[in-house]
């Protein structure tokens, strides 16, 4: 079946590192999505990985696969007030279809 | 850049009242889609379009219709609302999927409230 998962919810100090994890059960997905929505407005693309790729890094943000577990973990660095927003991790099928998780709330405390 | 735009942003429908959202893209992308977002539920796939004249149901269709007469327009249309679909829905846009990243560009977002 097709489904991402996601925990709903994750509360950090403003300075510390943030993990958003996602899980995922096709293995056949083209490229794997981290989506980020501010209140009010509607997603962005914040960084994607190719399938054959096993991390990326983009200045503050780091993503992990872990195709063995279909496990996708996004890593934000010196997390600030301003990275509050809910992330979706999403995954293409070669079909073309997306599948969106239920989206991370990033609550960031000062 | 307009980008993905959707009107209206708002609406506050009766049941059985019907109304239709509007999608416009200036990007000349082939591919348009209809999400909605729920609480707890993330987005959800209502219709998609991989072309000027084309329409296909996604994971929610029941009770929603849409068009794509012109390539930069995608139209919902709700024949007769139902309190279950209060909502938000999101617009998007992409090149084509398969072909590149398959990125989406999400429009604004429309509040519909059904009562």
């Known amino acids: 079946g097709e489904d991402v998962e996601q925990s709903l919810f994750l509360s950090v100090r403003e300075g510390d590192s943030s993990v958003i994890n996602c899980t995922y059960t096709?293995?056949?997905?083209?490229?794997l999505y981290w989506y980020k929505q501010e209140p009010g407005a509607g997603l962005q693309l914040l960084t994607y990985?190719?399938?054959?790729?096993d991390m990326k890094q983009d200045q503050r943000l780091t993503v992990l696969l872990n195709k063995k577990d279909k496990h996708l973990s996004l890593r934000i660095a010196d997390t600030q007030t301003g990275d509050s927003a809910i992330y979706f991790c999403?995954?293409?099928?070669?079909?073309?279809?997306?599948?969106f998780g239920q989206g991370t709330t990033l609550q960031v405390k000062p | 850049n307009a980008g993905v735009t959707q009107t209206p942003k708002f609406r506050v429908l009766k049941t059985g009242q019907s109304m239709t959202l509007l999608c416009a893209q200036d990007?000349?992308?082939?591919?348009m889609y209809w999400y909605r977002q729920d609480p707890g539920m993330g987005l959800r796939l209502i219709h998609y379009?991989?072309?000027?004249?084309?329409?296909a149901k996604g994971e929610v269709p029941d009770g929603y219709n849409v068009s794509r007469l012109k390539k930069q327009n995608f139209l919902l249309g709700l024949e007769s609302a139902a309190p279950s679909q209060t909502s938000v829905y999101f617009c998007?846009?992409?090149?084509?999927?398969?072909?590149?990243?398959?990125?989406?560009?999400f429009g604004e977002g429309s509040r519909l409230t059904v009562l």
């Open positions: 990007m000349n992308h082939e591919y």
């Open positions: 379009s991989v072309g000027e004249g084309t329409t």
């Open positions: 999403a995954e293409t099928l070669p079909t073309g279809k997306l599948i």
């Open positions: 096709d293995s056949s997905s083209t490229y």
């Open positions: 998007a846009s992409s090149l084509q999927t398969g072909a590149d990243t398959g990125e989406l560009f």
């Open positions: 990985i190719f399938s054959n790729m």
